[in-house]
């Protein structure tokens, strides 16, 4: 009986070891960057929530891959999962060669609803490209990844997006805002609709928001052409946000022709992060690797 805590400990160990490894630096330590360094667009104040963020993990020459990622965190437009939907995921990234951008983006609980938190998003990939040699990376390989209500964010980013202005005093303004590629982590995306996360709707738009603008904001519908190639994963168990709206998403990509791959595993409940423990779907992060190897982005320059 005296065994029985060496074995207690083993296997916890064991199972933690998937976890623990995303907490090894790989790249460099991350820096913090304000969008807008003279006052964010719609601004209500000059408090630290009235500043969108980038936390910024980078890595050396001789590892990067010369792609990189804004990563936008869920918590239905009114918190922000920073760590497993945030740092864990950059820390992810970095370990096999790929810069992350932690989007720190306005939320209903800093006070802020549509359009700031797509304002904030634009922003960041725009900033990104602008200084995409400064970060190590080709500004034709950024990409936009996000979690539940960042995942709809990160739709938002995909179907929503301007080629810059040319003549704009800013020069980040005068690049494009459109991500070359999209990763959507149990997303909501529909709005208005019986399998809608009504808490982020309501966050996003309010109570009675106009119905053009809902429209607008249910992204399955905004698909074109135009819109980057993307990855999605989803759990048949998700009670949160369920599944439907990913296969939405994916099914109006394959209407419009756009490269696509989507993952449905049965376990899991919502906001896994990367799902380590989950068996079956903790696979998912390798399915994403496997997925950026075969687009080339992780090919060095």
């Known amino acids: 009986m005296r065994s029985t805590p060496i074995v207690a400990i083993t296997w916890v160990v064991a199972w933690l070891a998937p976890i623990l490894i995303v907490f090894v630096s790989y790249g460099q330590e991350p820096q913090t960057e304000l969008l807008w360094p003279q006052g ?17 993990y980078l890595l050396s020459s001789d590892k990067a891959v010369g792609t990189g990622v804004v990563v936008c965190p869920g918590g239905g437009y009114g918190a922000l999962a920073m760590d497993h939907e945030g740092h864990q995921i950059a820390q992810w990234f970095n370990s096999f060669g790929v810069a992350a951008f932690i989007l720190d983006y306005r ?7 549509h359009p700031a938190p797509m304002l904030d998003v ?22 936009v990844m996000g979690f539940s209500a960042g995942g709809h964010l990160a739709s938002t980013a995909a179907t929503h997006f301007d080629a810059g202005q040319p ?6 303004d005068r690049v494009s805002c459109r991500p070359d590629f999209a990763i959507l982590c149990y997303p909501v995306i529909m709005f208005g609709e019986e399998a ?4 982020s709707q309501r966050n996003l738009v309010g109570d009675n928001p106009d119905p053009e603008l809902v429209r607008s ?6 698909v074109t052409p135009q819109t980057p190639p993307t990855f999605l994963f989803h759990t048949d168990e998700d009670k949160g946000v369920p599944s439907e709206n990913s296969v939405s998403f994916y099914l109006a990509l394959r209407k419009a022709g756009v490269p696509a791959e989507l993952h449905i595993f049965e376990k899991g409940r919502h906001g896994l992060g990367l799902a380590a423990g989950t068996v079956g779907t903790e696979l998912w992060p390798q399915a994403l690797h496997a997925w950026m190897k075969n687009r080339g982005l992780l090919d060095r320059p």
Not at 107 to 113: D, V
Not at 196 to 199: A, E, I
Not at 217 to 222: R, T
């Open 217 to 222: 904001l249910s992204n399955e519908k905004q």
């Open 122 to 143: 634009q922003r960041a990939i725009r900033l990104v490209r602008a200084r995409a040699e400064g970060f190590g990376i080709k500004p034709d390989r950024i990409g």
């Open 167 to 172: 003549d704009a005093a800013d020069p980040i």
């Open 40 to 56: 964010a667009p719609l601004a209500k104040g000059d408090r630290p929530e009235d500043k969108p963020r980038l936390i910024i």
């Open 196 to 199: 809608t996360h009504r808490g």
């Open 107 to 113: 939320h209903r609980n800093k006070g802020y609803m």
